[in-house]
Nanobody, 126 residues
Framework: QLKLVQSGGGLVQPGESLTISCGAA????????VGWFRQAPGKGRVGVAC????????YYSESVKGRFTISRDDAENTVRLQIIRLEPEDTATYYC???????????????????WGQGTQVTVSS
């Protein structure tokens, strides 16, 4: 059983940058593809980025491309989502998710993932 632990998030002003992190407690993320999802108030959970096992493949939704960067550091057992030029529309609860797959696979679909982090709130407001 993989337990994902998220950190980061908080209240930021429009235009600022933020990095949120996802790690695995008592296990390793090395064999997992990882996705980042967000859920705004009153809306469904949508995928914004994913990264394959090994990090060779990364994909972004069109709405965040150019502002979001997903990265992984298997030595630190961490996957990060860096967000620049934050907008009020980025306000949401952000979730990381993991699924054990071979290299090259990742998905921005929620039901592709077996394990989920606890969620972290990002609020963009002046």
């Amino acid at each position: 059983q993989l337990k994902l632990v998220q950190s980061g998030g908080g209240l930021v002003q429009p235009g600022e940058s933020l990095t949120i992190s996802c790690g695995a407690a008592e296990s390793t993320l090395e064999h997992y593809a990882v996705g980042w999802f967000r859920q705004a108030p009153g809306k469904g959970r949508v995928g914004v980025a994913c990264i394959s096992r090994g990090g060779q493949e990364a994909y972004y939704s069109e709405s965040v491309k150019g502002r979001f960067t997903i990265s992984r550091d298997d030595a630190e057992n961490t996957v990060r989502l860096q967000i620049i030029r934050l907008e009020p529309e980025d306000t949401a609860t952000y979730y990381c998710a993991a699924v054990e797959r071979g290299p090259g696979y990742c998905s921005r679909v929620t039901n592709a993932y077996d394990y989920w982090g606890q969620g972290t709130q990002v609020t963009v407001s002046s």
